[in-house]
């Protein structure tokens, strides 16, 4: 019956997202605040049908997002804070992302790509997901704010991971809005950076190395790292950007980086290296690997497929440094050979 039941619960899964999806496009968090509420000043809050809304609210009880304090009066529960939006670890604009219908509709197709090998995604829009992003400025900033929000506790502990002070130029390739460059350059007082993305991956760099008061040390720059990458510096950082790849692509993207590194450079790549066997206590990497397979081409790897990639690319790889909590997140050290 125990099997039985988790079974169930998986393939409730699409409803649980689209429960919760529909919370956040609501606005509920926001509306409850730290305040309780009768679900018919929520639906007159929200503009909602007060009977659907107080079975959607009770669902979301079912889930422990809100609690049900009294019958039909909610308030938010633990899981349901980080949606709101007004909180330092609001996980909002990731929940938007992905319960988007651009995203849920490859999902339709899973099964084809299991087949063919290949990502849906371009097949139901004519294009890959980033270039798919850069035509939609709304996704691509709620793209942009996800990576911020699910960047930041692994940007926290990779300074504490591993010594940056012994670098000059930190140059971040991929560095997106400079969440992990701040965290960087805000440990390592001397040192100086580089993010480096796309013209719509860098539009709020400058606000959030402001922000982290590491301005004045930092260079903003746009390009393709596909076709260049900024030259001169001492140590180049790939986070999270070589599973978004297949294989072909990402020896391009470190080939760029070995062309632009001085001899005595160094590479750091940041991402989550499944183990050689699978872990059943953390799913998370593996169906983070078939959402790869499915919007984008790209996969997760083992240490060996990393290594492999480097050595294809002119890196030999010399230490792998676990990050200081247990998550599946590994730092990569390589050196051009």
Not at 312 to 317: I, K, S
């Amino acid at each position: 019956m125990a099997a039985h039941q988790r079974l169930m619960n998986m393939m409730f899964g699409t409803i649980c997202s689209q429960v919760v999806g529909t919370a956040a496009r609501l606005g509920l968090a926001d509306h409850l605040g730290d305040n309780e509420l009768d679900h018919r000043e929520l639906a007159e809050l929200t503009d909602t049908h007060p009977g659907a809304l107080a079975r959607l609210l009770r669902a979301l009880a079912a889930l422990e997002i809100v609690i049900e304090t009294h019958p039909g009066t909610f308030r938010l529960g633990a899981a349901g804070l980080p949606l709101r939006t007004d909180r330092p670890d609001s996980q909002a604009a990731a929940v938007l992302l992905f319960t988007d219908p651009a995203l849920l509709d490859s999902w339709k197709l899973t099964e084809e790509a299991v087949r063919t090998g290949q990502p849906t995604f371009a097949g139901l829009y004519g294009t890959d997901f980033f270039s798919f992003l850069a035509t939609k400025p709304e996704l691509s900033e709620r793209f942009n704010a996800t990576m911020r929000q699910v960047s930041l506790p692994i940007a926290q502990l990779i300074p504490v991971s591993y010594d940056f002070t012994r670098y000059h130029t930190v140059i971040d390739i991929g560095g997106g809005d400079g969440t992990l460059l701040a965290q960087i350059l805000h440990g390592a007082r001397a040192s100086h950076g580089v993010v480096f993305d796309s013209p719509t991956g860098v539009a709020e760099a400058s606000a959030t190395l402001t922000a982290a008061g590491v301005a004045d040390r930092c260079r903003i720059t746009a390009g393709d790292f596909f076709s260049a990458v900024p030259q001169g510096g001492d140590l180049y950082v790939l986070k999270n950007i070589l599973h978004d790849w297949d294989d072909e692509r990402c020896v391009t993207i470190l080939e760029q980086c070995h062309k632009a590194m001085p001899a005595g450079g160094r590479l750091l790549i940041v991402e989550s290296v499944l183990p050689d066997a699978v872990d059943t206590a953390n799913p998370a990497p593996y169906l983070t690997d078939i959402s790869m397979l499915v919007n984008m081409g790209g996969q997760e790897r083992t240490r060996n497929e990393y290594e492999t990639l480097c050595r294809r690319a002119g890196f030999e790889v010399t230490a792998v440094h676990p990050t200081v909590l247990p998550t599946s997140y590994s730092l990569i050290e390589a050196t051009p050979v």
